[in-house]
């Protein structure tokens, strides 16, 4: 099972740190995705971290603001969230994701497995 939490409401400019929390499964060999979905909107991908050698993958919305990290101790991965905008309001959640063969992977490389998805947690940016 994942979890995340952490979300809330900031004022526009201000920081978040999500946490993508796993019971029961290890995320040590397991690639993890954070996705978010705005009320009208399709699910997108935001960013995602590989199981391997830890690279990290953004979209070009989030790039440069947010940073994509784990704790291997404890068992959990995160998203923080700085310079936040109104635009960022959504909710929030974790999943597995892999990445099509390449050798060269970028963001638009890696899927959800479908394995596992955190319920979600509501980030709102709002004055």
């Known amino acids: 099972q994942l979890q995340a939490s952490g979300g809330g409401l900031v004022q526009p400019g201000g920081s978040l740190k999500l946490s993508c929390t796993a019971s029961g499964i290890s995320l040590d060999y397991l690639a993890i995705g954070w996705f978010r979905q705005a009320p009208g909107n399709d699910r997108e991908g935001v960013s995602y971290i590989s199981n391997g050698d830890l690279s990290t993958y953004y979209a070009d919305s989030v790039k440069g603001r947010f940073t994509i990290s784990r704790d291997r101790d404890k068992n959990t991965v995160y998203l923080q969230m700085n310079s936040l905008k109104p635009e960022d309001t959504a909710v929030y959640s974790c999943?597995?994701?892999?990445?099509?063969?390449?050798?060269?992977?970028?963001?638009?490389?890696?899927?959800?497995?479908?394995?596992?998805w955190g319920q979600g947690t509501q980030v709102t940016v709002s004055s």
């Open positions: 999943a597995t994701v892999a990445s099509v063969p390449t050798r060269n992977p970028t963001f638009s490389t890696w899927y959800p497995t479908g394995a596992y």
